[in-house]
């Protein structure tokens, strides 16, 4: 199946210019969504990494399935004051400013393995900040799983010395 077909492109979105990928046609189609999760939990094996982790909000839509069907723990990772308790943050860089994402503190543990779920691997800021989330608390970066990947914004380059992995690559805009 070629889940790039399930893809609908949005002109002029979020703003004019922008074709923007809207990865929820493959989300509302069943069996392109099956053939989607299929894929990302094949990547990398379950053996290979102990929890995932996934941006929100549609890293959860990946990262949980995933997650279920190889029977590892789900750690979500939010924009502040989404997660109760204690939380550990990490500001990052955006094209125009900064943001932050912030984690549950001990959701993840030193020398865990980890393996990053996400929809959408654009410039890599959020994914890079990800990373060192997870480093911080001691553990080990496995790879990064995206369903599309802007090759074009050459995200990729951020995560450099990690495993990246995408289902459906856009060479241009």
């Given at each position: 199946m070629?889940?790039?077909e399930?893809?609908?492109?949005i002109p002029?979105?979020?703003k004019?210019g ?15 969504l099956?053939?989607?999760?299929d ?10 990494y ?16 995933v ?33 932050r ?32 989330m ?7 970066i ?22 990246v992995?995408?289902?459906i690559?856009?060479?241009?805009e």
């Open positions: 070629n889940l790039k399930y893809v609908r492109e002029d979105f979020p004019p922008i074709g923007f990928k809207d990865v929820f046609g493959i989300f509302g189609d069943p069996k392109a099956k053939e989607c999760i894929q990302l939990a094949a990547i990398v094996s379950p053996d290979d102990d929890v995932i982790i996934g941006p929100e909000a549609r890293g959860f839509l990946v990262g949980m399935p997650a279920y069907l190889k029977e590892k723990p789900f750690v979500p990772v939010r924009k502040p004051g989404k997660l109760p308790g204690e939380v550990v943050s990490i500001e990052y860089e955006l094209e125009y400013g900064t943001d994402l912030e984690m549950q503190k001990d959701s993840i543990l030193p020398g865990q393995r980890v393996l990053i779920l996400d929809d959408l691997l654009a410039t890599g800021g959020t994914t890079k900040a990800m990373v060192k997870v480093e911080n608390a001691g553990a080990k496995i790879a990064c799983c995206f369903v599309m990947e802007l090759d074009f914004l050459q995200g990729r380059s951020e995560l450099t010395g990690y495993p992995h995408s289902l690559h856009y060479d241009a």
